[in-house]
């Protein structure tokens, strides 16, 4: 597979097919994948799961490779998508079951509802399949920052689903490998689409340590800033949004603007939160 960073900025050309990119990586990797096509969305996955998916449960380790026309999206969500196809060439080995899918269409248009994520049909495949019963842990804008978000937006969506065990997962395993974390709805992502289609997901996402910090003090402090930071997309919404995620879904999401020095630790987290043993 070729070295992260040139590829990763070749990857953030607003031209480039990052579908095909992905599958061009992954046979250059010689990783066997397959292609889920429905109604438009390309989905890419990786598996290691056995004929019998009721053996033992396993993990799905998810990130989004589309991006708003327009945008670099190195952020959201280029680097994410790199993180996990180099977790994808370290798991080869690991007999525990899991599975990589770099799903496409979490990008919604405006009137677009949860049920027009990609992920939304791509779960409702998994739960067909025997494999809803996984959780999924979503990678996405993490390209940025030093601080993980354990994302609390589920509990906005009202799924009825018990998210508890997957953030204790993400919160042990970050303590695990020394990464710093916070607990914060961030308003984006593909968890809409699995938590609507009645799979658990639990999206995980970075700040700068700065940013974490003011972003949580303002949740405790401030009665009602958590419920404008997730409602529809207003300016008064932008404007209370962290400087970073500002930038996303923009021409200012760019290569230049990534934390490179991050992207092992993240790589470390997505291979930790399936185990190698």
């Not at 993180?83 to 080995?93: H, R």
Request: hydrophobic fraction near 40%; charged fraction near 25%; proline fraction near 6%.
């Amino acid at each position: 597979m070729k070295s992260l960073l040139p590829a990763l900025h070749s990857f953030c050309n607003p031209l480039i097919d990052r579908y095909a990119v992905i599958l061009s990586m992954l046979d250059e990797a010689e990783i066997p994948h397959i292609t889920y096509l429905h109604e438009g969305k390309r989905h890419i996955i990786v598996s290691n799961r056995t004929s019998d998916p009721d053996r033992e449960q396993g993990i799905i380790l998810a990130a989004h490779h589309d991006r708003v026309r327009g945008s670099p999206g190195a952020n959201d969500n280029g680097a994410a998508v790199f993180q996990l196809l180099k977790a994808a060439l370290l798991l080869q080995k690991v007999n525990k079951p899991w599975l990589i899918v770099w799903t496409d269409k979490e990008e919604l248009l405006p009137g677009e509802s949860l049920k027009d994520q990609g992920s939304y049909g791509l779960a409702k495949r998994l739960i067909r399949k025997g494999m809803g019963y996984w959780p999924v842990f979503i990678f996405d804008a993490t390209g940025i920052g030093d601080t993980l978000l354990i994302s609390t937006m589920g509990d906005f969506l009202n799924s009825g689903l018990d998210l508890a065990p997957l953030r204790a997962k993400v919160m042990d395993t970050a303590r695990a490998i020394g990464l710093p974390y916070i607990l914060a709805p961030s308003p984006f992502s593909d968890d809409g689409g699995f938590l609507t289609a009645g799979m658990k997901a639990q999206t995980i996402t970075l700040l700068p340590a700065a940013e974490a910090t003011e972003l949580k003090r303002r949740i405790d402090n401030e009665p009602g800033f958590a419920n404008l930071l997730v409602a529809q997309k207003t300016e008064l919404r932008r404007r209370l949004l962290p400087q970073t995620w500002r930038g996303m879904n923009s021409p200012n999401d760019s290569y230049g603007k990534l934390t490179p020095k991050i992207f092992n630790k993240m790589k470390e987290l997505a291979v930790e939160l399936v185990g190698t043993r």
